[in-house]
């Protein structure tokens, strides 16, 4: 379905960069309106689902170095060590 942008949103566009927020006036939920091309390019980087389960393996690798640094251990030890 294609909408017609009024002259208002037609100039938020233009000012507002590569994206704009809209706003449902009824139930008050967010929408964000970007450029057809932006779009494009977000569907193929995200493809057609995605599942945050499986960024779990990167992001324990990312993280791993502090998690596994033995100064952690006080850190999960504060309510026991705290004055």
Do not use: C, H
Not at 9 to 36: E, I, N
Not at 46 to 57: F, K, N, S, T, W
Not at 62 to 67: K, Q, R, V
Request: avoid cysteine; charged fraction near 30%.
């Amino acid at each position: 379905m294609d909408i017609q942008l009024t002259e208002e949103q037609r100039l938020a566009l233009q000012s507002g960069g590569a994206t704009t927020r809209l706003v449902d006036p009824v139930t008050q939920t967010a929408y964000v309106l970007v450029r057809a091309d932006t779009y494009a390019r977000l569907q193929a980087l995200l493809g057609e689902e995605i599942d945050v389960r499986d960024a779990y393996p990167a992001i324990d690798r990312a993280f791993a170095e502090g998690w596994n640094d033995p100064r952690m251990d006080d850190y999960d030890r504060y309510e026991e060590l705290k004055p």
